[in-house]
């Protein structure tokens, strides 16, 4: 417990709010706290749920009357495209991650996410990408081929508009953001948790959301991988779609796939955090089967990358993969069946408070459950064949998403915001907003089910009358009006809640977790001083918590030194290791952001030299951006009053960075083993594949280039062992010795990819090759210009035996450079030349 002496409450709470506030005016724009980020995520997402609405009524008025005239079958297919991907891309998770971001600090006692300008960067990506998405649609250009984009029908052949192209670009540009927030929420959650909370101690929600964080790393990498090859397609006309020339259009499904099914649960499973954060509080009594919940959700996470072929069951898959991928897809009810018991055992022993953030949680139980049984329905592979491609799978989707995300988030907003704002909503608005809301839901998509099972196709933008489709497409569309307008409702009852609700008292719903014991709306800071929690309901366990860290009766409390401080734990035990200091405000996250936005434009209008420039650009910010790091002027220059026990991160070999960098890198190995599995997809089950009776790279040449990459890797690591001994003798000198030999491997490398007879244009085979090359070259060059930055870092004394950190965080990265080349080498050259190129 730290003692601020004679410093009034008031003055520190002056202090640290000068500390960790943000600019004023447009110097807001260079915020990097996470209750900023993260509320501009979700004021950002509930926009583009607005405009996801607004396309669906145009939708759902065009269907209302058969024949009906509304909308062309050109400008209907704009929208229905836009409606999926704006809800399924812009609003669903960008919204989950901005309200992870804005509450998993508070939940687990710190004051900041531990890489707050990733946190920026992310937000102004999926702004910017966000807008050169909605652009096309309001440029009458948007694309037409569904949310999906499956080929042959988004390729340049039939789709040679500029649609396909802002939806690819615009959707890699948000991945960017989804990935990097999802690297921000795993390290925080694991490194940065108050003392004493232990894994088994972490409010329930934060399980979740670790759970979902780390499925973003692993489940993006592969669409991001297909729209980057789709991209290629179209622009530079490489093959690896086009079964005339070796590839397959079905591997565009698997990729999507990859990263779609999982993406249900990536949503869901937030959403089910909150369920399991508001029945407790709302039940009077701690969440029954804790340990169970928490074995759910891993099962939940790790079932969901095996079921993403059932969306392909006519595609013609065989039967073994079909009765495989069928029993995996009804599996993963169990571990969602073991939560919804535990909810129901908990409302079951506990006294109900049915306040209006409940009737959404019942809301969500009722058609989430319905959403689940047709799921097990479509499971069955006879019944999916079926209904596949009708509107009982768009009935089945809707259910699932909007009673499975929606409703528990409404929940979570109307539970959550007497937070954001210190006032209270209005109790009448919200019961009328959720009626209409639940009333309007079930009228339009319980009854499409029926349309679905009559056999109304997907995608169709208008139908002949008798049918047997009139009535039900009519109910529909009424339900799908009384539906929005309750969700007008609720957006009045929220606006007008800023200027005529009633104060909040400090925790209005008695809740147990620590988000509370913040002022409401709470500072820059979130707790001017970090308790240590020993328990799951610290706020009922001890309710004099919030004036205890208020009046700064615990760790940390010194700002006088002006650092943003947090502290550092560990990941299992959750005691202190190390004093983590956050940059402050900074400009650079928008620049970046800006430069990869330039990059993307450029790439639509094909104009290429300057996207290649702004691309150079990029890459210097990005430097510029890691220079300004650490033990760097107006940071955390060494002093003499450095704090020792704990000591600042940058003094020590295992801060947060290293996580990061592992952490980005299960990400980039998840991308790396999509484009494996392309590449055997290809080679096993393209039709027309066709190969080179020789490779057409110099086998010697790559051996030669790995040897000297591999001398590399083992010089840097013997650097760092050095280092981390506290031996930074010779430490320059050998850096710009691993900086030459990189660059070394990197001429090597690039001599055989100059003199390979590569063909991407005419074979499959040659395009996935050269792809490879690329990605080998980028890594590499990579690893020297950050080597050979931390070598000018030693001569700047910001790296050195009291400085160890940067050196130990790069080394993973050539590690991992090191084994996809071997790799590579292994499965693109030797595997080839063992079985045969076909």
Known sequence: MTDPGAISNTELHQKAQRVWGNLPGWGTLAAVNHTTVGLRFIVTGLIFFVIGVLLAMLMRTQLALPNHDLLGPALYNQIFTMHGTVMMFLFAIPVLEGLAMYLVPKMIGTRDLVFPRISAMGYYCYLFGGIIMISSLVLGIAPSTGWFMYTPLSDATYNSGPGSDFWLIGITFVEISAV???????????????????????????????????MIVFGFPPLILASILLELERAANWAFFDATRGGDALLWQHLFWLFGHPEVYIIFLPAAGIVSTLIPVFARRPLVGYRWVVLSIITTGFISFGLWVHHMFTVGIPQLAQAFFSAASMLVGIPTGIQIFCW?????????????????????????????????????????????????????????????????????????????SGRMPSDQLGRWGFWLTFIGFHTTFFIMHMTGLMGMPRRIYTYDAGLGWDWTNLVSSVGGFIMAIGIAVIILDVVLHFRFGSKAAQNPWHADTLEWATSTPPGAYNFISIPTIKTRHPLWEHPDLPETIATGQHALVEVDHGRRDILGTDAVSAKVREIIH??????????????????????????????????????????????????????????????????????????????????????????????????????????????????????????????????????????????????????????WVVTGLGAVHFVLLLWVFLIAPLNPSAMAHDAVLMFMLYYLLIHSGLAIILTGLQALRVRYAYVSRQLPYEPVVLRPFWIYTLAVYWCSVAAFILMPMAWGPA
């Not at 927030?181 to 979740?208: D, H, Q």
């Not at 960098?661 to 484009?675: P, R």
């Open 582 to 735: 956050l940059p402050t405000n900074s400009w650079i996250p928008l620049q970046v952001a800006l430069a990869i936005g330039v990059v993307c434009i450029s790439l639509l209008t094909k104009t290429y030299l300057l996207a290649l420039f702004a691309t150079v650009v990029t890459l210097l910010m990005i430097l510029r951006w890691s220079w300004h790091n650490c033990a760097y002027l107006g940071f955390a220059p060494v002093t003499d009053n450095d704090p020792v026990d704990p000591p600042l991160h940058s003094r020590t070999c295992d801060g947060p960075g290293l996580w990061g960098m592992v952490v980005s890198l299960f990400a980039d190995g998840t991308l790396y083993l999509s484009l494996l599995f392309g590449w055997f997809y290809l080679w096993t089950a393209a039709p027309l594949w066709s190969a080179p009776e020789e490779g057409p790279l110099s086998l010697w040449g790559l051996l030669a280039s790995g040897f000297v990459l591999s001398s590399a890797v083992l010089l840097n690591n013997r650097l760092v062992a050095r280092l981390r001994k506290g031996d930074d003798q010779n430490l320059q000198s050998g850096l």
């Open 344 to 420: 129901l055992a908990t409302l079951w022993v506990g006294k109900v408070t049915f306040s209006l953030p409940m009737l959404w949680v019942f809301g969500f139980l009722m058609t989430f459950v319905a959403g689940g049984l047709t799921g097990v329905m479509l499971a069955l592979v006879p019944f999916n064949w079926q209904v596949h491609d009708t509107h009982f799978v768009v009935a089945h989707l809707h259910y699932v998403l909007i009673g499975g995300m929606v409703f528990p988030l409404i929940a979570g907003f109307y539970y959550w915001l007497p937070h954001f």
């Open 180 to 214: 990097s927030a999802g690297v921000e929420l795993v390290v925080s959650i694991l490194r940065t948790r108050a003392p004493g909370m232990t894994l088994n101690k972490m409010p329930i929600f934060c399980w979740y959301i670790l759970a979902m964080a780390l």
